[in-house]
């Protein structure tokens, strides 16, 4: 009787389980996965279908007068899977985008392995973190903020984000190239201790940090540390900046000349030439031997390589 009333309660707890979550399957084992999203988790498995859930919103609420009926707004998606995202199929491709950018559910996406995940969101207020994981097939981000995390993936992968960082676990096999680049975030990459890789690594204004372990043979010749001057030009109006064309950030010293234009003894615009100095880091570099290229940037932060 016991484990009668065990199993019972157990299957109730799956129940709920099943129940908070909604899904929608996409018959789909080969080509190429756009997803337009704010963030998400994508997770690859040996499976024939693209699954696509979210938990169910604790705030959902019914509109009884809306039943029957369909939410329409002016981005033209429609919600085709019951989860607020729009799934098209068009030859290889399956895109996939939000109904509306404000619904801020967290999609968890399980791909089939042979399918190529692209993801991008140049959204400035809408965005989330991205977890890939799990995947054997080529990778592709490109987004503006948010925070990218890689586990456990094959390659190939070419990572860009502009203000996010990006951390990244490779276990085992590695296929190239790597690419992960970041302007304002760090780079934080762990590698196993036997990966055969040719590195490349440089940053602009941070450092460049590896595991003794590694053993990571660089090219001398290769090092290149430089104090480089940065200019740019500043358009102002009444000493009100309009525009700024600087080349890069800040720099302990920087020297300025204006060019000033007049209208009936009124200053107009002005021109202001700015030259900055600045310092860069880029190695190259292998280890055990080279092989699978590694490309690592991050122009206003860190990089750090470590042993998995």
Do not use: C, W
């Amino acid at each position: 009787m016991k484990k009668q009333l065990q199993l019972m309660v157990a299957l109730m707890v799956l129940g709920l389980s099943v129940s908070a979550q909604k899904e929608y399957k996409l018959a789909k084992s080969s080509g190429k996965l756009n997803l337009n999203l704010s963030g998400a988790t994508v997770e690859g498995y040996n499976g024939g279908e693209i699954i696509f859930s979210s938990p169910a919103s604790e705030k959902e609420q019914v509109d009884e007068r809306a039943k029957g009926l369909k939410a329409v707004n002016s981005s033209g998606f429609k919600d085709n899977t019951g989860l607020g995202l729009d799934v098209t199929v068009k030859g290889e491709d399956i895109n996939v985008n939000p109904v509306s950018l404000t619904d801020d559910r967290r999609f968890k996406i399980r791909v089939p392995q042979n399918i190529k995940v692209v993801f991008t969101n140049n959204s400035s207020m809408y965005q989330d973190s991205l977890t890939l994981k799990n995947l054997k097939s080529e990778i592709e981000v490109s987004v503006n903020f948010n925070e990218v995390k890689l586990e456990n993936n094959t390659g190939p992968v070419n990572v860009k984000t502009l203000n996010g960082s990006v951390d990244a676990v490779f276990a085992g096999e590695i296929k190239g190239p790597i690419s992960i680049v970041s302007v304002h975030g760090h780079v934080d990459v762990a590698l196993p201790k036997t990966a055969k890789v040719s590195l490349e690594a440089g940053t602009n204004y941070g450092k460049i940090y590896a595991a003794e372990g590694l053993n990571i043979a660089i090219e001398k010749e290769a090092v290149e540390k430089t104090d480089k001057p940065a200019t740019g030009v500043a358009y102002t109006t009444n000493g009100s900046v309009l525009f700024s064309g600087l080349v890069s950030g800040t720099g302990a010293k920087a020297s300025t000349s204006t060019l000033t234009t007049t209208q009936g003894g009124n200053r107009v615009l002005s021109a202001i030439n700015i030259s900055m100095r600045k310092e860069s880091e880029n190695i190259k570099g292998k280890i055990n031997g080279g092989g699978t290229v590694l490309i690592l940037k991050s122009n206003h932060d860190s990089i750090y390589i470590r042993e998995k």
